[in-house]
Antibody, heavy 116, light 108 residues
Framework: EVQLVESGGGLVQPGGSLRLSCAAS????????MSWVRQAPGKGLEWVANINKDGSEKYYVDSVKGRFTISRDNTKNSLYLQMFSLRGDDTAVYYCARWNVAYDYWGQGSLVTVSP | EIVLTQSPGTLSLSPGERATLSCRASQSVSNNYLAWYQQKPGQAPRVLIY???SRAPGIPDRFSGSGSGTDFTLTISRLEPEDFALYYCQRYGSSPWTFGQGTKVEIK
């Protein structure tokens, strides 16, 4: 059974940092592109970042470029999102998702709250 | 950046009725790289349609996608109680992979 389990969310002050992790199981992790998608409270979905199978290609939405870094460790079947210089508008549930012609599997989400 | 605009914002219908959801792109979507997702409260989204018209595994055939270029449609032929939810379109293939703002299908 495919599972994606996020962790690392929480309350952080503006300007602070946080690292999200996503533990993958039930499939060959290194065979798939992976992504982070976020959803602010009561709002729609926003694509945040993609990473290719071996981690050599990374893409970001403009609003997080230079502040967020997506990475993966295929030996640990894990996806990461390192977030720096966090702002109030980064408050959201962050989902990791597997890309397979669409986002076919999603985690349950990890809430990040940026507040003084 | 390609912007996706979904309409209507809210669709009020009764079970058994047909739902037609629109997703319009500000520029042509190459290769029909357009997906549709359903999201229920407190849950992660679920993919319904990819490639504009291909149903994802396990999705009932009452869900269908159509369109090309800049105009895409998700049709639910006969609404079941479990279909009342939020629906998002998404464009993919080249960065940024944008989502539409969503259409809520609510019980009339």
């Amino acid at each position: 059974e495919v599972q994606l389990v996020e962790s690392g969310g929480g309350l952080v002050q503006p300007g602070g940092s946080l690292r999200l992790s996503c533990a993958a199981s039930g499939f060959t992790f290194s065979n798939f592109w992976m992504s982070w998608v976020r959803q602010a409270p009561g709002k729609g979905l926003e694509w945040v970042a993609n990473i290719n199978k071996d981690g050599s290609e990374k893409y970001y939405v403009d609003s997080v470029k230079g502040r967020f870094t997506i990475s993966r460790d295929n030996t640990k079947n894990s996806l990461y999102l390192q977030m720096f210089s966090l702002r109030g508008d980064d408050t959201a549930v962050y989902y990791c998702a597997r890309w397979n012609v669409a986002y076919d599997y999603w985690g349950q989400g990890s809430l990040v709250t940026v507040s003084p | 950046e390609i912007v996706l605009t979904q309409s209507p914002g809210t669709l009020s219908l009764s079970p058994g009725e047909r739902a037609t959801l629109s997703c319009r792109a500000s520029q042509s979507v190459s290769n029909n790289y357009l997906a549709w997702y359903q999201q229920k409260p407190g849950q992660a989204p679920r993919v319904l349609i990819y490639g504009a018209s291909s149903r994802a595994p396990g999705i009932p055939d009452r869900f269908s996608g159509s369109g090309s270029g800049t105009d895409f449609t998700l049709t639910i032929s006969r609404l079941e109680p479990e279909d009342f939810a939020l629906y998002y379109c998404q464009r993919y293939g080249s960065s940024p992979w944008t989502f539409g703002q969503g259409t809520k299908v609510e019980i009339k």
